[in-house]
């Protein structure tokens, strides 16, 4: 049995999920208001604007999603 215990390769491996964690944001953000803008354009209302609401449970899914990826990054 081998244990890959490389403390350099460990290093690496952070770092790439570090990186990746400003492009999983962008995505999740971009794809809700997208789609807030794509409710408003087909279901229009004068009192809710979707846009706003899905904007904001996109950057409070994309935190959650950040929080939990550190978490998992610092247990290794």
Known sequence: M???ND???N???KWLALINIP???GVVIFL???LGNWLDDNHPST???YVKILVMVGVV???YNVIRQVNEINKK
């Open 2 to 4: 081998t244990t890959n």
């Open 7 to 9: 403390p350099k390769k």
């Open 11 to 13: 290093n690496n491996t």
């Open 23 to 25: 492009i999983q944001m």
């Open 32 to 34: 809700f208001s997208y």
């Open 47 to 49: 009192k809710v604007y």
């Open 61 to 63: 899914l994309a935190l």
